[in-house]
C-alpha cells in the first residue's frame, strides 16, 4: 500500500515562559511508494516520532492531510488503520506468554472478522517463524533475552499482516551484534512480506543499511530525500552532508577566487563557473588520495591501521574538526617521520556549500 503525507504538521503549544510553540512536523510532502521501505532519519528531537505517530493515528496533524492507498486516513482511529507499530521499549504484557503477547492483537477481531483459538495459534506461529522465535511459544518475556523481546514485539506487530508496519527506533535497547542482525532480518521480513515500512532512526548508518529511500529530517522540516547512496553521493546541504557517514565528512572553511577553491592557501581544485564568495569544503575520508605532489597541504599526526585500509589522521588551520580523518588503502606506505602530508582530492568526494545558506554549490 502508498501512503501519502500531504502538507502534513504538528504543532505543539509552547509551554512555560517562552510559549513558543514546537513545529515537530513542519510541511512534510512525500509519497511512500507501495512495498517499500522508508528509513526516517535525523538527530534527537527532529519530528520522526511524532511523524510515526500521525502515520500511526496516536496523534492527529495540526494540519494536512495523510492518504493510505486512495484512502483519506487523516481522522481514522489508529485501530482502524491496519498497522502495526513496535516501539524501542517492546511493551510486551509480563504476564503473558510469547504465543499469547502474538496473538494479542487477534483477540479483539469481531463480526466475520473473528478467529477460532487455533486460527489465531496458527496465525501466531506463523508471525513467530518470521522472526525465528517460534521455538520459545511457551516462555514469559522475562525470561527472554533483549533481542529475543524485540522480535516478540515485532511477531506481534506482524500477527494480523498490517498495510504498514512502523517502526520506532526497534534496535536501539539491543547490543551492537544484534542491533545489526536484527536489522537484517527486519529487512528480510520486510522483503518476504511486502509490507510498506518506515523505519525511524537516529542511526545514520542503520538507516542507510537497509532503506530503500532515506528521509533526512532536522528541525521538523525534511532536508532531502532520496535513495540512501544519491543522498550520500549528492547531498543538499551541509547538515545532510554531515549526517551521513562514518568517519564523516570532513569540513573545513575555504574561499572561491578566481575560479579555483581555496583551503587556507592552497588552491584545491577548478571551479570555473562559481563566482567568488566564502564556503564550506566538505571531503568525505575516501577522497583523499596521497600525493608528493597534492595540491592539499596537512600536518601529519598519525596512522591508525584498519587491516584493509588505512587512517591518516592529520590537521589543518581551515579544518573545522579537531583532526582530519582519511581513508586510504593499506598497499600505501605513509612516512611517518615526515611533518606534513600531500594529497589530491576526489573532485566527486568533495563538495562546496555556501557559507551563508549551507546549501551545496553546483560545480
Ligand atoms: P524524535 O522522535 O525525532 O526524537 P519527536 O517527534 O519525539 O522527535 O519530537 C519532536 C519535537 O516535538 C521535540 O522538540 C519534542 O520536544 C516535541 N514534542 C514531541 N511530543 C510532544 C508533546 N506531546 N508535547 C510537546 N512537545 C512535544
Ligand atoms: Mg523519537
Known amino acids: 500500500m502508498k501512503v501519502v503525507l500531504q502538507n502534513l504538521t504538528k504543532k505543539f503549544p509552547g509551554r512555560g515562559k517562552e510559549k513558543k510553540d514546537v513545529i515537530a512536523v513542519n510541511n512534510f510532502n512525500f509519497e511512500i511508494p507501495d512495498g517499500t521501505l522508508v528509513g ?7 519530528g520522526k516520532s511524532t511523524t510515526l505517530n500521525l502515520l500511526s493515528g496516536l496523534q492527529t496533524p495540526t494540519e494536512g492531510k495523510i492518504f493510505f492507498g486512495e484512502d483519506d486516513v487523516t481522522h481514522l482511529p489508529a485501530e482502524n488503520r491496519g498497522i ?14 510469547v504465543e499469547q503477547n ?5 483477540q479483539n477481531l469481531k463480526g466475520d472478522k473473528k478467529l477460532t483459538k487455533a486460527a489465531m495459534q496458527e496465525k501466531a506461529l506463523e508471525a513467530a517463524k518470521m522472526v525465528q522465535i517460534d521455538g520459545l511459544m511457551d516462555r514469559k518475556p522475562a525470561e527472554l533475552s533483549g533481542g529475543q523481546q524485540q522480535r516478540v514485539a515485532i511477531a506481534r506487530a506482524l500477527v494480523k499482516m498490517p498495510n504498514l508496519l512502523l517502526l520506532d527506533e526497534p534496535l536501539s535497547n539491543l547490543d551492537a551484534r544484534l542491533r545489526l542482525q536484527t536489522r537484517e532480518e527486519i529487512r528480510r521480513i520486510q522483503r518476504e512480506t511486502g509490507i510498506t515500512t518506515v523505519f525511524v532512526t537516529h542511526d545514520q548508518e542503520e538507516a542507510m543499511s537497509i532503506s530503500d529511500m532515506i528521509v533526512v529530517m532536522k528541525d521538523g522540516v525534511i532536508n532531502q530525500i532520496g535513495k540512501p547512496q544519491e543522498v550520500y553521493d549528492e547531498p543538499i546541504n551541509l547538515f545532510v552532508a554531515k549526517f551521513l557517514g562514518t568517519p564523516s565528512i570532513n569540513v573545513f572553511t575555504g574561499k572561491i577566487a578566481g575560479g579555483k577553491l581555496y583551503i587556507g592557501e592552497d588552491a584545491v581544485m577548478d571551479v570555473p563557473n562559481v ?4 564556503v564550506y569544503v566538505g571531503i568525505r575520508p575516501e577522497g583523499f588520495v596521497l600525493s608528493e605532489s597534492g595540491a592539499f597541504t596537512c600536518d601529519l599526526v598519525g596512522v591508525e591501521v584498519m587491516g584493509r585500509d588505512i587512517s591518516v589522521i592529520s590537521k589543518n588551520a581551515a579544518s573545522e574538526g579537531e583532526s582530519i580523518r582519511s581513508i586510504i588503502s593499506s598497499e600505501n606506505v605513509v612516512d611517518t617521520s615526515k611533518k606534513t602530508v600531500r594529497f589530491d582530492i576526489k573532485p566527486n568526494k568533495l563538495f562546496v556549500f555556501d557559507k551563508e545558506t549551507e546549501e551545496r554549490i553546483e560545480f
Open 40 to 46: 526516517l532519519l535525523g538527530p534527537s528531537g527532529c
Open 84 to 97: 502495526g507499530l513496535v516501539f524501542q521499549n517492546y511493551a510486551l504484557y509480563p504476564h503473558l506468554t
Open 102 to 106: 502474538i496473538m494479542f492483537p487477534l
Open 275 to 278: 563566482s567568488d564568495r566564502d
